[in-house]
């Protein structure tokens, strides 16, 4: 009989050495250069961080290299950051440049620290994805692929946090990130007439959608649904509940474009993405209009935003007028927000950890 | 391949960036899932649409969660990834590893499945993507017999998950991985076996920065903070202003509440002020440090926007003391699972069922009393409940 409820191993008993005498007693870091770290303790240890970036799907053998070098600089110790960056420690200064050659030799680039953009937080997409409205690696490598530099250095006023999510479930923080790229649907679901009575509940259906766009078909003979087009507004939260509703559409698919969010308390409250471009095509391998478009933000912000101001700061301060006006985004009748089953109960609710006792 | 003309997918092998396209040969050369997901890769760039069918009930004996079911639609040309289910692996608190830990999962993968991975998905865990039905039991086997377990999927707990914290943070006011350790081995059932109306997420980050973004992602969010003013070196201060650094612009003009003042000389805080924002400790992380009387903010309602639009999670207790057992916070926790279990509907996430029902009942349930620190202000509309 196997266990179960094991639950996952201690994570004390993967911590290096220097890690685990100086736990809780680290007094101050600084960033040496980017991807480089270091951490002095209060006992006078100290601990350098080498910052590799990651394709996130990675092969077996991948993991294996990296453990190589976790062997042969870090005495067998590594760890990931939330946004899949790897982390190599060492408590010996020396040890530093051999690990920075030893991870280029591997292809990966060093940075992702500071003011620079990290790595791209993303979903699966079509690798392994059944709702996804568009891919989701090949839009991070062709992101990254144009803005390489900008993980490699800090230059530019803040941090900035790229995230992609395959459809608008976001598993990722794509509704709070400085710049999003987000997989939409724009036609109605098409319904499965002959399979809904054998796959769905019809009540569950009916219930699932948001702005009750779905209806018992009308003919009480057909055991099915209607749709009233004009009120889908292509969440999909009907397919997830109903595989007979399929809403994914090789012409109709595509991304749109959020910008100004973050999660960070510093400053200013963690703000929502707001929505910059409602939609461009589908177009592998690379997405070309749509990394023009990150190309030209990113490229603007860096040159308007003053030091240490996010990207929505930047655009609460200049006002979203001038956003639209300096990025040449043209501003639809879908940016403006007409999603009225939602109450403004955050808008009272202190959505942030700034208050005072 | 030979048959085809050169794939879309190749160009993404170009670039300075890591490719991920890179890696799926790397395992295709002796994988044949590996392969054939290239394939899929390819037929999808070409159609702009997905090949994997809607879900499918998939898993291991003894839990409902913690296995994606995943078939593709075109098993005829793919029959290799016919079914390739990822299974969701619950990573140690913090992400840190030994390169023997991990060596041993890699094995277990080659032989059980695609040697694909993500390190790591989403929401924290481990991603072994794709193996077969009949592979699933097995590789649960041998994981367990490496020490790792499953983590959560559909309607549980979902995978909690920490900063670095105190392990190399000196800014974490929490023991963010001890609590998140301690936590997911307390709520393992939950884990394990959905019973909820839909996802519940757990995280917590030490200060803040909130580094695992856990007021944006988190149903139940655990926030470092402190009680009493922070720390400031003052000849740690002067330091920085002899290198140059330009105090009053980048940090003091910059804070959100006007709580410090530089007069050249001193860096001067007004404690009662101070929203512990993090700003100026980031800015000057020798001179300022948090304050010593530390806890956390518990905050509730963090998710993406199915179905009601997205949330961020808001204070729910200002103020909790956090040391091992973390009794009052598990307490707090499963006050709040049970509530949300009764009243929930399907698919529907704690911050949409205490929007529907309103907070005031969801903290009476609590036996929580309303404090100002829960929102910005109070109401502007006349239209109040006096039940």
């Known amino acids: 009989m196997v266990k179960t409820d094991i639950g996952p191993p201690n994570y004390k008993l993967m911590l290096p050495e220097v890690i685990t005498e100086n736990y809780g007693k680290w007094k101050y870091h600084e960033i040496l250069r980017p991807g480089v770290l270091r951490h002095v303790s209060e006992t006078g240890d100290e601990v350098y961080t080498v910052r590799a970036g990651s394709p996130k799907l990675v092969s077996i053998d991948f993991v294996r290299d990296i453990c190589d070098i976790a062997d042969k600089y870090c005495d067998g110790h590594l760890r990931f950051t939330s ?3 790897i982390e190599f420690m060492t408590p010996d200064k020396d040890k530093v440049e051999p690990i920075i050659e030893a991870v280029k030799k591997l292809g990966l680039p060093v940075g992702g620290t500071g003011n620079s953009i990290s790595n791209i937080v993303h979903t699966q997409g079509w690798v392994h994805c059944h709702s996804a409205a568009t891919d989701a690696s090949p839009l991070v490598k062709a992101i990254m692929d144009e803005l390489y530099d900008h993980f490699t250095n800090m230059k530019l006023p803040a941090k900035l946090r790229i995230a992609i999510a395959c459809c608008i479930n976001m598993c990722g923080a794509v509704h709070c990130s400085d710049l999003a790229v987000v997989g939409v649907h724009t036609k109605v679901p098409k319904v499965d007439h002959e399979n809904l009575p054998k796959w769905c509940e019809i009540p569950t259906t009916m219930a699932s959608c948001p702005t009750g766009a779905i209806r018992r078909h009308p003919d009480p003979t057909i055991k099915s649904v209607t749709i009233i087009e004009e009120r889908c507004m292509y969440c999909a939260n009907c397919f997830t509940v109903c595989p007979a509703l399929p809403i994914a559409d090789s012409e109709g698919d595509g991304v749109a474009i959020y910008a100004g969010g973050k999660v960070s308390n510093a400053r200013r409250p963690p703000m929502f993405s707001r929505l910059i471009v409602p939609y461009l095509p589908n177009n592998p391998p690379r997405w070309p209009e749509m990394v023009a478009v990150i190309k030209k933000v990113v490229d603007i912000y860096a040159k308007n935003a003053r030091q240490g101001e996010r990207v929505g700061e930047w655009i609460e301060r200049v006002g979203w007028e001038k956003f639209f006006q300096l990025t040449e985004i043209p501003f639809t009748e879908q940016h403006i927000d007409d999603y009225t089953v939602r109450s403004a109960v955050p808008g009272t609710f202190r959505t942030t950890t700034q208050f005072r006792w | 391949m030979a048959e085809r003309e050169i794939p879309l997918y190749d160009d993404l092998e170009k670039g300075p960036w890591p490719s991920y396209i890179k890696e799926i040969k790397r395992m295709a050369e002796r994988n044949p899932a590996a392969k054939d997901l290239l394939g899929v890769q390819e037929l999808c760039f070409k159609e702009k649409i997905t090949h994997w069918k809607h879900g499918g009930i998939v898993g291991v004996t003894g839990y409902g969660g913690g296995v994606i079911g995943r078939y593709s639609d075109a098993p005829e040309k793919f029959p290799n990834v ?19 830990a991990l060596r041993k999962l890699c094995d277990v993968w080659e032989k059980y499945g ?8 989403s929401t924290g865990d481990i991603i072994l993507l794709g193996t077969t039905t009949a592979n699933l039991q097995t590789c649960f086997d041998a994981l367990i017999e490496i020490g790792f377990d499953l983590g959560g999927s559909g309607g549980d707990i979902r995978t909690p998950t920490a900063c670095i914290g ?9 023991d963010a991985p001890d609590i998140i350790h301690d936590l997911t081995m307390e709520f393992q059932d939950e884990i394990h076996r959905p019973r909820f109306p839909y996802k519940f997420k757990i995280k917590a980050s030490g200060c803040a920065n909130d580094c695992v973004a856990a007021i944006a992602r988190a149903d139940f969010t655990i926030i470092g903070t402190w009680k009493d003013s922070l720390r400031i070196d003052q000849n740690a201060v002067s330091e920085y202003a002899k290198d140059g650094f330009d105090i009053k612009t980048v940090v003091v003009d910059k804070c959100p509440t006007d709580a410090l003042d530089w007069d050249g000389k001193e860096l001067k805080l007004k404690p009662e002020d101070c929203v512990r924002c993090m700003h100026c400790i980031n800015k000057m992380p020798k001179a300022l440090r948090p304050g010593l009387d530390q806890g956390a903010t518990i905050l509730i309602g963090g998710k993406a926007p199915v179905i009601m639009g997205a949330y961020l999670s808001w204070v729910l207790v200002p103020f909790m003391k956090m040391e091992p057992p973390y009794t009052e916070v598990k307490e707090l926790l499963r006050k709040i699972l049970d509530w949300w279990d009764e009243n929930g509907r399907v698919r529907e996430r704690v911050a949409e069922l205490i929007e529907r029902i309103g907070l005031r009942r969801f903290l009476r349930a609590m036996g929580i009393k309303p404090v100002p620190q829960m929102v910005y202000a109070p109401r502007t509309n006349p239209f109040v409940f006096f039940d």
């Not at chain 2, 990822?86 to 608190?93: C, F, L």
């Not at chain 2, 695609?114 to 998905?121: E, I, K, R, V, Y």
């Not at chain 2, 105190?166 to 929490?174: D, H, Q, V």
């Open chain 1, 83 to 85: 946004r899949y960056n």
């Open chain 2, 82 to 100: 016919a079914s390739f289910h990822t299974m969701r692996v619950n990573h140690p608190a913090g992400w840190f590893y030994t390169t023997k």
């Open chain 2, 114 to 121: 695609s040697g694909l991975t993500n390190f790591h998905g």
């Open chain 2, 166 to 174: 105190p392990a190399r943070c000196e800014y974490a006011c929490i």
